[in-house]
């Protein structure tokens, strides 16, 4: 499905280095308390409180398989790519959000290779994944409560096409790497030349990830200053891991001398895309992650209120891997940040900086989400504060003095203007912003 190595590495921190271990379906929950036996994933899944296979899903894939179901909605079937333009159309999904990965990460692997690499598309809670020549269109959908949910839409003409639910990419998509809960990640390989993984560990990468460690098994194309990625390279017979780390790959502006790219909608895998959905689907993973504990529990052995801080940290980029210097040359970049809201003064969350860092202002867009607003109301109202505690310099410790007052202030300005159920704490006036 359209998270990539989904069969691989989960990324865990250890004293601030990576530890890559061997994701497992069947590993057991964590953030448990009082020796409680814990729940499996597939436990957790099950439990009346959660319901994943049994509760009707919300998210927006559903409710465009409805809307065909009843004849409110049409797709536009075409030569080579099928429904693609269509779909991406109806779920509003930008076209130049298109990444490609050659790694052989999804159940249509038979045809995915460096020359006809899967290509993914996405917004903010849905990722569609096309392959050249594929029979299927790929969904990945986050219900507001439920996490990550799973679609197929079949590549043949049909004057009723049907949009499916599939429960068994849940199996691969449930792991170390998705904080066991369903949920995407992204996977950085190192391939041979068909695309096949032939060195661990393999990575998952988020905003915190070096980037000499990311986007083995992707393409990747844009100006930037890194001095080393994963990305563009294969490994040769013969070679090692070195020689496929090559300033040759380093920058690419395009991907037509890669492969034939007939059929798909750029020549681009854009970095800043890669960037983003790096970052947002480790989030939408934590908010499921602590929505499910709420609604599970102490009887079932839980305690969120130690995600919380978690969550609160992602979201405000505490631990951002820093950009090393500018990125440049992103079809991307400009259709996201057009999308606002934006406050009295023009600004926005999803205003990107591409000098130093991702964004602009220190928290995350996806603030705005469905996701988040449907937090259960005791974790919001802890996300809330302990977002205040930060940003109005009340937490003095110096794990957050990278978060400049003109930043936290420029946050808080922002969602006061932007965000209508803020906690009437963030309204007042504020003169102690700095820490």
Known sequence: MPSCNARWAGRRRTGGRLVVAMAASACLATALTGGQSPLTPSAMRNHPAIGYQTVPP???????????????????????TGYLRSVLEALDVPAESQLLVFSKSSFQQAKIDPRNPRALYFNETVSVGWVRGGTVLEFAAQDPRQGTMFYTLEQTPSAAPVIRHDLSCVQCHTSDATLDVPGMFLGSSFTDTNGAVVYTPVFSVDHRTPFDLRWGGWYVTGRHAMARH??????????????QVNPANLLVDSLEDRFDTAGYLSPHSDIVALMMLEHQAHLLNLLTRVGWHARLGPAAGFSWQSEVNELVDYLLFVDEEPLPGPVRTSPFAKTFASQGPRDSTGRSLRDLDLETRLMRYPCSFVIY???????????KRAVYARMWDILSGRDRSARYAGLSANDRLAVVEILRDTKPDLPEYFTADQGSTSP
């Open 58 to 80: 919300a998210d927006d894939v559903a409710q465009l398989a409805e809307r065909l179901r009843r004849g409110d909605a049409r797709l536009e079937f075409e030569p080579t």
């Open 369 to 379: 989400s469905g996701p988040f607003d449907a937090l259960p109301v005791e974790v």
């Open 230 to 243: 994963m990305g563009n390279s294969l490994l040769m017979p013969g070679g090692t891991a070195g020689d």
